[in-house]
C-alpha cells in the first residue's frame, strides 16, 4: 500500500482498498446494506482500534449514500436521496428534540470544488433566532438551529476548528453538524455520494488543510459530519497509471523492479511544483455541487425540524 | 426634535443637529478639524455622558473624513483617502505593535447597501496562520491579524456580538477593529463619508438589527469601529420634505399647526407597511461600494502593518 | 397630476392614479379580475391610443398577480403563483410550440434590488442547444430555449437594446421573454406583486437607464415583459408626504397656495444631490428577490416547456 | 506523438513538444525572445501551413509572458507583466486609436479555473457609452470600449460564438480582445503564463467545449486572444506518468511492448467515466485567478487609453 493509493476521506472506499490488498473484510468493521430504488446505503462501522488504525479512520459509524443515477438530475431521485439524508441523520441525533444544533459549512467559498458547505449553509433553514418570537404553541416543534460558513485558514487567519470552538463554548449548542467536501480515490464518486459520519472531522481531512478537527474530544459536543467527494487527488491518477501499466508488463517480472519507494519518486516528480496541492475534478463541478447542496440541505432541514408544518409556522414569522 | 430628525450613525451629524436647535455646540464636546487637498478630517470628542445622552452617541473620539471629490474615483484622492485612514487607526490603536488584531466584516453580503463589511475583509491581509513559518528577521515585522465576516442574524440565527465574543474568547486578539455601513442623516454623505470611532459598536447601530454590541464592555478587549453611510431612512426624506414644506407655509402659522407627533403619525401612514425598515440609497451604491472597500482595505492594511516592506517579506509565503 | 405622482411601471397603479384623479376609469381600458385562493389576477387592456397616452403607458394587455400573502414564504402560496405565472405566459404566447424562445434578463447584479432579472436566468431551463442529442421521440416535446443576462450600460458600454438586437438578428428565436426589476408606486407592491405585459419593455421602463427598448417595433418579434416592483422612487415618497400634509392642513386652504411647480421644486430640494437616481426599497430586498426568481423561474420553465416530463427527457442528457 | 501529450492551447509548448521529438524547431517557425528583470517573453511566429499544422496552432503571431516570480504576489513584479501586456497588445492592434474595440470574457463565472475570462471583464474600463457626454477636448483621447461576458453554452444555450457575432454585427467594433482560461501541458505553467495571439479564438480551444471560433474569418474583425493557462488534462498526467515510468525500465526493452494505441487505452480506462472533462487544478487556483485578472485588466486597460489621463477625465463623469 502506498500514500497514493489511500489518499480517501471516504471509510466505504478505505475499507475496499483493505479487502482488496487483504482478500478479506477487516475482521473489526461491521457493514450492512441497503437497497432503494435509485440508490444504495452502507453502513460501516469500525468497532476496533486497529480496524480504525488500518483503514486510517476513527472507530465509529461511517454511512454512505450511493446513487450514480443522482447525475441525471432527477426531482424524483433528488427527493429519495433527501429523504435518506434525513434518516440517516435523525438516527445519528441523539440529543433532545429541542436542543440547539449548530450546522457548520467548511471550506472555500472561492474554490468551486471545495464550496460544498458553505452553499448548503446557504439554504438552511435556521430558527434559533426565532425562539422569542414564536407562539406558544408552536414553541415545542421548532428546534433551536444556527448556521456558519466561517472560511478557511487562508481568509481568516484562524483555524475553523479555533473559530467553531470558540461559538461552541458561547452558544453552546448541543450538537454540531459540519459539511464538507471531500477527496475520493475513485473519480466515480464525485458528486455521486454522500458519507455521514458520528465521527466529527479529523485534522487533514476533507479539500481545506485542517490542523485542528472539529470533534467531542475538541469541541466537547458530539459532531456529526456530512460529506461529498468532489475531487480525486492527482496522484491518485498517477498511481492507478502506474498500477494498470504493471499489470500490463506480463512478459517480465518488472512488477518487482518497482517498489513503493521508486513509484512514489516518480509521481512526486511529474506533480512537481505542486504536490498533494493538486486536485482532479470534472468541469461540470460547479453544477454538481449545486445540485448537491440543495438536496443536502433539503435532507438536514427535514432532519432537524421532523415536527415543523412549514406553511403554518411561516405565518408567524412575515 | 423628532425621532426622524436624528436619525443618524454619524457623531459629526448629531453634533449639528444639537448645534442647529440650540444655536451653539454642546459644551461637552471638543471639535477640532485639518485640511486636506482633497478632504477634510473632523475630530468630534465626546467629553461628557451628558453630551454623549444629547447626541445619543457614546463618549468618546469620533474622526470624520469627508471627500465629496473622492465620488470622482481618481487615484490620487482614493490614496489620500487611505493615507489618512490608516494615520487616524494608528492614532487610536493602543496596543503593542506586535498584538495580535481581529478585523470583523458586518453586515450583509447578500444586500448592496449593508455589503460593505464583508467586501473590506475580502481585501484584508491576514498573517496570523503565518506566524510559524515567518523566518526570524521578519517575526518583530509582522503583526498577527485575523478576519471574518460572520454574516448576519438571519442568516446564522445568531447575534453576531455572540459569535464575535465567542471568537474573541477563543482566539484572544488585543484589539478589534469592526467595519458596518451606516445610515445617515444628510444624503450628501452617502459614499462620502468616513468615520472611525474608538467607542466600537453599539445594539441598534448600522443597517442590521443589532441586538448586542461589540464594544469594550461586552468584548473585554478596545474596540474601534470605523463606518460609511451607504443609507438613508426613507423616514428621513419624509421628515425633511415636512420641515421644507412647512418653511415655505408663510402666510399662516400653521406650523403650529402641527405638533411633532401629528407629523410622526403622518409619516408613519407614508411609510406602511415598512417603517423603519426602509432604506433610500443611490443606484450607483455598488460602485460606491466597491471603490470604498479597497479604499478601507488599504488603509487598514497600511495601518497594521506599517514596517512590513511587502515586497521583501512575500518571498517568503509563495 | 405631478412628475412625482406617475413614476410606476406598472398599469394598475396608472389606471388607480387615473380614476382617482377623474373620478372614474379611463374609457379606452378594459379591467377584468380573477379571484385566486392566495392571490387575485387583474388584466388591464389599453385599447385606445389615447388611454395609452393617458396612462403614460404602451397599448396593450397588462397582467398584474397581486399576493400579500407571497411574503409569508409559503411552499404552497408560491406553487399558485407560478402555477398562475405559467398559465398566463401560455395565454400570451402566440408562436408555435416548437419555436426557439429567448429569455433576457434584464439588470445588474452588483445591485441587490435591479439583480431580479439575472436571478430568473439561473433558475431558466435552456435547452437549445441540446436539440442536437435529443431521441426523435422527445423531439417534439423539447421547445429551444436560450437565454442571457447581458449587464447594464455601466457594466457593458452597450445599450442592452443593442445587444438584444445583436443576438436576436443572429439566433432568430420568434420570441423575447424579458425580465426585469420595476419601479411602483406604492410601497405595498415592492415583491408582492408581478405584471406580465405583451408589450416589451419601453426606453426608461425599470431600474436601468434603458435609452433603447425592447419591443416588437425594435426587435421585430413579439416581447413579453414580466417585471417584480423591488423599489419605489424617494421622490414618490417625498410626495406622498406633501400630499398628505397638504390634507391635513384644513384650516386654511393651503393647498391651493402650493403648485405643482413649488412641490417639485421642494421635493428637488430634498433629494438633492441624487434626485431621480435614489431609490427606496426595504430592508429584506435580498430574501424577496431571492423568493420571487425562483417563483417566476418555475412558472416560465412550466410555460415554455408544458410537454417536457423532466424526469423522462433527463436521462437521455447525462 | 499521442493525443495527451499535445493537449496544449500553447504554441510556445507545441513547439517545445515538436523540437523534442524531431530534435530541432520546426523550420515554419521563427522565434524570439526577450528578457526582463522578472520574466521573459517569447515571440513565436508560425509562417507556413504545414507548420501551423504540425503545431496544431493557426498562423500567426504568439507572444507567451512567462514569470514564475508572479506567484510572489509582488506588487513590482504585477506592474512589470501588466505594462508587457499592455505593449504586446498595443503591438499587435493595428485598428486606429479612436476605432471601438470589444473585450470579451469568456469561461464559466461558476466554475473556478474557467473564471478568468469573466473576472478580468470585471475590471475593464469602458467607455463606449460615456462618448455623448465627453467634452470636446477629450473626444480624441477616449477610445471607446465596451466589454461582455456572455456566459457558457450550457448556461445560455447559445455558442458564444453566435452570441459575440449578432452582437459585433449590431455594435461594430473594429476589433475583439478575447480574454480565455486555457489548458496547458506543463504543471508550471499554471497561473504563471499569460498566451497573446493575433489568431483569435478557435473552436475546442480553452477550457469550454467551444464549436464555433472567434476569428476574423467568422467575425470580420481582427480578433486578438489573450490566455492564462489553469487547468492541465487529467489525461497529460498519466501520459507523463506512463512515460516517466518506461524511462524508468532500462533491463529489458519493454517500451517497444507498449504502443500508443494500448497506453491511450490504459489512459481511458483510468479517466473513466469523465475521460476529456477532467482538469487538474491547484488548490490555490481562486487566489491565482485573482491575482492575474487584475494584472491583465491593468495591462488591457493601459494598452487601450494610452492617452488617457484618469484622473483628469475622471472629473467630466461623476
Chains 1, 2, 3, 4 share one sequence.
Not at 487483504?22 to 468493521?29: A, L
Not at 467548511?106 to 470544488?113: A, E, F, K, R
Request: charge should be negative; include cysteine; aromatic fraction near 4%.
Amino acid at each position: 500500500m502506498n500514500e497514493y493509493s489511500v489518499y480517501t476521506d471516504l471509510a466505504l472506499e478505505a475499507r475496499e482498498i483493505y479487502a482488496q490488498e487483504n482478500g478479506q473484510d477487516h475482521p473489526g468493521i461491521i457493514v450492512k446494506e441497503d437497497k432503494y430504488e435509485h440508490s444504495q446505503v452502507t453502513r460501516v462501522q469500525l468497532t476496533t482500534e486497529e480496524a480504525a488504525r488500518n483503514l486510517n479512520k476513527k472507530i465509529g459509524n461511517y454511512i454512505t449514500i450511493e446513487s450514480k443515477e443522482i447525475r441525471h438530475n432527477s426531482k424524483l431521485i433528488e427527493k429519495e436521496i433527501s429523504q435518506i439524508i434525513a434518516q440517516e441523520i435523525k438516527n445519528l441525533i441523539k440529543v433532545n428534540e429541542n436542543a440547539t444544533i449548530l450546522i457548520v459549512g467548511l471550506g472555500n467559498w472561492n474554490s468551486t470544488p471545495d464550496s460544498l458547505g458553505p452553499k448548503v449553509i446557504k439554504h438552511i433553514f435556521v430558527t434559533r433566532h426565532l425562539q422569542d418570537y414564536v407562539p406558544l404553541e408552536f414553541k415545542h416543534k421548532l428546534r433551536p438551529t444556527c448556521a456558519i460558513a466561517p472560511g478557511v485558514l487562508g481568509i481568516t487567519g484562524m483555524e475553523t476548528g479555533e473559530i467553531i470552538k470558540g461559538i461552541v463554548e458561547r452558544i453552546k449548542p448541543e450538537l454540531v453538524l459540519a459539511i464538507d467536501a471531500l477527496a475520493a480515490r475513485n473519480l466515480e464518486r464525485l458528486g455521486t455520494t454522500i458519507q455521514i459520519a458520528d465521527t466529527g472531522i479529523h485534522p487533514g481531512s476533507g479539500l481545506g488543510s485542517k490542523r485542528i478537527g472539529l470533534t467531542k474530544e475538541t469541541l466537547g459536543i458530539p459532531v456529526i459530519a456530512l460529506g461529498v467527494p468532489t475531487v480525486v487527488h492527482a496522484g491518485t491518477i498517477a498511481y492507478d497509471t502506474v498500477e494498470e501499466l504493471l499489470d500490463n508488463l506480463t512478459e517480465v517480472n518488472t512488477n518487482q523492479a518497482f517498489n513503493d519507494l521508486q513509484i512514489s519518486s516518480i509521481i512526486e516528480k511529474i506533480l512537481a511544483p505542486y504536490q498533494d496541492n493538486l486536485m482532479v475534478t470534472p468541469k461540470e463541478i460547479d453544477r454538481l455541487i449545486d445540485d448537491m447542496s440543495i438536496i443536502i440541505a433539503n435532507g438536514i432541514n427535514s432532519a432537524l425540524h421532523p415536527k415543523l408544518d412549514l406553511e403554518e409556522v411561516m405565518k408567524y414569522f412575515y
